[in-house]
C-alpha cells in the first residue's frame, strides 16, 4: 500500500540531517549541496513511497508496467501533451491484479479525456473484470462508460513473445499468490527482466524449469525484496522474497545489474537501508566464499530502488 512520510518522519529526517551537516564540521550555506551530495539519499529523500508502475521506453515509444500509484504522476506528465487533447495511445501491462498494482488507475487522468486509446495486455483472463470492479460505485463515483478514453484488451500467451514497437515481451510466471507474471523484455541486444512480485520458491534451474529463460542472458533484473532474509522464512507463502535470493540467482545466470524493490509499506527508511545492509554482507560474503573454494565468481553491479530512478541499458 502507498507509505508516503509521516509529518513525524519528515520532522526525525530533518532534525538527523541538520545535526550531522554540524557534526561534520559544516558551518556555512555554501557547504549545504556538497553535503547533500556526500550524503546517503534515503537520508535525505528516503526511497519512495508509491506503490508499483514502471516505465520502459526506446526512442520509438514505450509503455508502462502495473498501475499502482506510481502511475498519477506519470499521468500528469502525459496531460501536458498529446493526452489532453485526446490524442494519445497508452499501453499498459499487467503483472497480477492485486491492489498494489491497481489503485493508482482511477487517478491516471488520461483516462477521462475522450479520443485517448488505453491498450490493456495481460496473461490472465481476469483482466476483463479490473477496470468494470474499479471504476463502479460505491468503489469509486466515475463508472467505466464515463471515463472518456477507449479501452482495449489483450490476452497474452504464457511464454509467448509478443511484439510492440521495437520490444519483445515474453511472459514467464513468478512464484506468488494468484498468478503473477514476470516479463522478459528485449530491443536493441538487450534484455530487462521484471521479477516483482515473486517469492522465488523455485531457484534451482530445473524447478524453474519453462520459466527460467526470464533469468538467462539478462542486462537487468528488477527483483522482489520486500523481506530480510529472516522474514522470508517467517512469512513464507506470503509472495515476497529476500535480496539474498535474487542475488544468488543473479550470480548463478550472470546478470548485469540487479535493482531491488517493493519494500515492506511497513518499513521506515532506516529498516529498508538496514535490508540494503544486510544484502552488501551476504553479497560480500558469497564472493569471499566462492574465491575461497575457487569456484567461478560473477560479480554485479546491484542496488535498491529509489524513487524516479532511471535506467539506461
Known sequence: MPSPHSSQALEDKSRTLLNLFFKQGHTEAAQIEHFLRSTPSYLIRGWGGNTPCIQVKSEKGGFLIDGGTGIRQYGYELMKGSASKGEAEIHLFF???????????PFFAPLFVPGNVIHIYAVQE?????????????FFPVPL???????????????????HLDFTLTPYQLDHPDPCWGYRIEQGGKAYAHCVDTECTRVSRAALGLDLPLYQDIDLMVF????????KFER???????????LDLAMREKIKKVIFMHNDPAAMDEDIAKVESEA?????LQIQNLSMLGKDVHQLDWSFATEGMTIAL
Do not use: C, M
Open 236 to 246: 513464507s507463502n506470503w509472495g515476497h522474497a529476500s535480496a539474498a535470493v535474487g
Open 95 to 105: 503483472t497480477h491484479f492485486h491492489w498494489d498494482h491497481l489503485i493508482g488507475l
Open 224 to 231: 522482489d525484496a520486500q523481506y530480510t532474509t529472516r522474514q
Open 126 to 138: 481476469d483482466v476483463l473484470n479490473v477496470f468494470p470492479t474499479l471504476f463502479k460505485k460505491p
Open 280 to 284: 552488501k554482507l551476504y553479497y560480500d
Open 145 to 163: 462508460e464515463h471515463i472518456g478514453a477507449q479501452l482495449v484488451y489483450h490476452k497474452l500467451e504464457p511464454r509467448q513473445p509478443h511484439r
